[in-house]
DNA sequence: CAAAAAAATGCGCTCAAGCGCATATGCGCA
DNA sequence: TGCGCATATGCGCTTGAGCGCATTTTTTTG
């Protein structure tokens, strides 16, 4: 019961996030701000496709939403994205992001 | 640089949670309580392979441990799993589990 | 219209995740 | 010691994720 609801949503962004690449491109975009591929691309050292296909990935588990701006696509983070899926991701960005602590000890 | 540090645990903790029988199971397991693989095959309707495979991931991410209890082997949520970790599993949780909104409206 | 920049996509490859099946291991009990 | 329950593990298979490469699409600018 209930295969396509929430259940199928959580395991979409769990997926999403579990690539290095992935979850580093989430960092970027959850600043709120939109941001384009190829700066993407620079500062994650990816390539032009994977990045590509890697945004695509993130975008259809609704983490991010895409505009056309010119020759660009702005990705930024989906301000539609529940409550409950927005909080993973805050946890999985604040546990990687938010202490440099036993680096830098 | 960093590359056994944090980020690996991160990634370690997404991955072991992107799939539905081990997500089953830490919900489960996340009561705090100890539970045997007999009871985890039964409640998530897996096979005895699959589950005991599936808790060995869960194990080697850190996120339970197991003690033998006689014949049986009992997990149980890490008590001392990183809380920067611990509240990603948390929001994965909560996020499942915290409302049948959806299914029940 | 031609050319160039940015991004997406078709194609084929590789590799590892997940599985079932069978077997091994650990443990209690008769 | 031998049997049975609970769990782990070796093995081989299948499937899908992720990748690079080349090409296409979209848009701007000359």
Redo the contacts with the bound molecule.
Sequence with gaps: MRKGGIDMDVNLVL?AL??P??LGAIRIVWDGGEH????L?ERLQ????????????LKAAGLVT?R?D?????YRRNPDLPEELAAIVDAAVAAVDGRPRKAAA
Tied chains: 1, 2.
Excluded at 49 to 57: D, E, K, L
Aim: contains cysteine.
């Design positions: 997926a579990a690539e690449t992935r384009c591929v190829c700066e691309m990816a390539t032009q496709s994977r990045m590509s296909r890697h945004m695509g990935v895409d056309r010119a020759q660009w696509v702005r």
